[in-house]
């Protein structure tokens, strides 16, 4: 069996294999305790929570996307009643490099789903980081020489289960992978207020097209760090969401290439904006998934770009 050969830089470059995650047996909708974010919590509550069948149809958009680009699309194996739609999740490709991650313990058999595509790697890339290292791909933002991760540094870490990077992932990072320069920035947390609460990096903060971004203030809870990215990137570069754009998930979008992204039909400043900067816009309907708390970006886990 032909290796992946895994090579993943940064988020925009020419995407050719991708693992994304499937809805088909979503299970019933789960309890208002076993709700993992404040947003699917609301939903569970207003009896608003999406049907798997919606999930289905807005999963199979991408996948055909993907198919028009002639990307070669990997998906998990099918587990009865399980939530497999967000594979960002459970593993991430710095570089050459695929690293499974450490994610909340009752989700471990997502990781099961897609051995048989680590399998197809070669062993010495792939990597577990230690147990005491919480860490999910959602938090973590290749940018050429730059890993940007997002963390929760606050002492109140383990009373959040939307904090989902700790401080010793930052560390493990800068260990790991000691030629690259590794940015954390400190995450806005709340369990119960889905407009105030950034799950991830990429609920706030997603580079896109050439040297543009788009970024979300609220996310970040310290202004320096908001500061260091706009500064980054340049002012005139970054595309500014607003809490309830924040809210609709507008940074979780996909590129497949700098010039061609995958968003949501909805979102109608940002599909402005980024065709006003000769982007490509492939839209499709993710709002019901997107009620999760998660969007494309959540739901693809990339092996190869160029």
Not at 74 to 86: A, H, K
Not at 154 to 162: A, E, Q
Request: proline letters at 5%; glycine letters at 4%.
């Amino acid at each position: 069996m032909e290796k992946i050969n895994l090579h993943v830089t940064d988020e925009t470059s020419r995407l050719r294999s991708v693992v994304l995650g499937t809805a088909r047996s979503n299970g019933p909708v789960p309890s208002v305790e076993d709700a993992y974010d404040p947003k699917s919590r609301e939903h569970i509550i207003a009896g608003t929570y999406p049907s798997n069948e919606d999930m289905i149809n807005e999963m199979e958009a991408v996948a055909a996307v993907f198919e028009k680009y002639d990307v070669q699309v990997f998906r998990p194996e099918q587990i009865e009643d399980c939530n497999q739609i967000f594979t960002r999740d459970i593993g991430f490709v710095i570089d050459n490099m695929f690293v499974k991650a450490n994610i909340l313990p009752d989700r471990e058999e997502e990781l099961d789903a897609i051995q048989y595509i680590v399998d197809q790697m070669h062993p010495d890339n792939v990597i577990r980081p230690p147990e005491e290292v919480h860490i999910e791909g959602g938090d973590v933002m290749l940018y050429g020489d730059y890993i940007f991760v997002g963390t929760y540094r606050g002492k109140d870490y383990s009373d959040h289960i939307i904090a989902r990077t700790n401080v010793e992932a930052v560390a493990w990072l800068k260990e790991t992978f000691p030629h690259k320069k590794v940015v954390s920035f400190n995450l806005r947390k709340d369990n119960l207020d889905p407009y105030n609460n950034a799950l991830h990096l990429d609920c706030c903060f997603q580079p896109v097209g050439d040297g543009k971004c788009i970024l979300h203030r609220n996310g970040f809870l310290q202004e320096e760090e908001y500061q260091y990215l706009v500064d980054f990137f340049g002012r005139k570069n970054c595309f500014e969401i607003t809490q309830e754009e924040m809210y609709h998930m507008n940074s979780n979008i996909f590129s497949i290439a700098p010039d061609v992204v995958v968003s949501e039909k909805n979102f109608t400043r940002l599909n402005a904006w980024l065709r006003s900067h000769g982007i490509t816009v492939e839209e499709v309907p993710y709002a019901e998934i997107s009620k999760q708390e998660g969007l494309l970006r959540c739901s693809t886990l990339p092996l190869i770009r160029d």
